[in-house]
Nanobody
Framework: VQLQASGGGLVQAGGSLRLSCAAS????????MGWFLQAPGKEREFVAAFTWSGSTSYYADSVKGRFTISGDNNKNTLSLQMNNLKPEDTAVYYC????????????WGQGTLVTVSS
């Protein structure tokens, strides 16, 4: 599975961005997809996930109520609508596709940079 993330950029605090992730290859074998972020000098952390079965969504507490994840039924597009962005949201955002209920052995995209200015 190959993943291509896009949509990052520079935005002022309180603004919005929409990230997209295009998946190709054996996407039918995936359990779901998600977004992670990595801020400078910090470890990668979970943002949101979407499972194909039941279209279930999960969010980190820090983004609940501000971010919305969605995916298409063909399992080849994942989006992350980010509203009310804060400077602490600044990071490289990665999309990932998992084959099982956990993220070990997941496929990763190249990342897209989101910068939120105060």
């Amino acid at each position: 599975v190959q993943l291509q993330a896009s949509g990052g950029g520079l935005v002022q605090a309180g603004g919005s961005l929409r990230l997209s992730c295009a998946a190709s290859g054996r996407t039918a074998s995936t359990y779901g997809m998600g977004w992670f972020l990595q801020a400078p000098g910090k470890e990668r952390e979970f943002v949101a996930a979407f499972t194909w079965s039941g279209s279930t969504s999960y969010y980190a507490d820090s983004v609940k109520g501000r971010f919305t994840i969605s995916g298409d039924n063909n399992k080849n597009t994942l989006s992350l609508q980010m509203n009310n962005l804060k400077p602490e949201d600044t990071a490289v955002y990665y999309c990932a596709a998992r084959r099982t209920i956990n993220w070990s052995g997941a496929y990763w995209g190249q990342g897209t940079l989101v910068t939120v200015s105060s």
